[in-house]
């Protein structure tokens, strides 16, 4: 097995142990309440971020552009993610 299919597998069974973390939080406190849409909105998410972080991983040689594309993939999953949990813009997408 090489080293991209060795981080391709990390990534997609990083989703899942992500995922534990609410589920876990569901069965301890009543302050955490997501659907089982919630999970599968996140689950889109994390993949689809994770796929194209080994996208740039794969395909980008230079370090710097790595590191900058990597950065700005983050920085959009954190902004979709904020939008869709408190409605940070007042999108359509958050309920407003």
Do not use: H
């Not at 990534?11 to 142990?17: D, F, H």
């Not at 589920?23 to 999970?39: C, G, K, P, R």
């Not at 994770?50 to 999953?77: C, D, H, P, Q, W």
């Amino acid at each position: 097995m090489t080293l991209p299919n060795k981080r391709l597998i990390l990534i997609m069974l990083s989703v899942p142990a992500l995922l534990l973390i609410p589920f876990i939080a569901m069965q301890l406190t009543q302050e955490v309440n997501w659907s089982l849409f919630d999970f599968l909105v996140a689950g889109v998410l994390l993949t689809g971020a994770g796929l194209l972080l080994e996208l740039v991983l794969r395909k980008v040689t230079t370090l710097r552009y790595r590191l900058m594309l990597s950065a700005a993939v983050f920085i959009a999953l954190l902004l979709v993610w904020a939008e869709l949990a408190v409605g940070v813009f007042g999108t359509p997408f958050a309920g407003n």
